[in-house]
């Protein structure tokens, strides 16, 4: 399993933007799929995007479809998450994670998670 180390989490008002980064404590295979998840107070864990590590394919939640945006950095093992047109509902405790095999996506290594908040 890969380990994985969130950052750029932070306080932004309504409408702004937040980069995250996750960084992995290794080469992550071409097998491999990462995503970001967000988890909200007295709520579900979410999915917010994936992208699978070789070829780049995204998903992402329709919430965020056109404001957020999941790319990766092959050399630098990091994957980013651009959000922009933030929403206090987008606050949340973000958490990147990676996924062994890109058929099933399921997602056994986790991040220690990045606050998100968004003031109204």
């Known amino acids: 399993q890969v380990q994985l180390v969130e950052s750029g989490g932070g306080l932004v008002q309504a409408g702004g933007s937040l980069r995250l980064s996750c960084a992995a404590s290794?080469?992550?295979?071409?097998?491999?799929?990462t995503g970001w998840f967000r988890q909200a107070p007295g709520k579900e864990r979410e999915s917010v995007a994936t992208i699978t590590w070789s070829a780049g394919v995204t998903s992402y939640a329709d919430s965020v479809k056109g404001r957020f945006t999941i790319s990766r950095d092959n050399a630098k093992n990091t994957v980013y998450l651009q959000m922009n047109s933030l929403k206090p509902e987008d606050t949340a405790v973000y958490y990147c994670?990676?996924?062994?095999?890109?058929?099933?996506?399921?997602?056994?290594?986790w991040g220690q998670g990045t606050q998100v908040t968004v003031s109204s």
């Open positions: 994670a990676a996924a062994p095999n890109i058929a099933t996506m399921r997602f056994g290594s």
């Open positions: 290794g080469r992550i295979p071409s097998s491999y799929a």
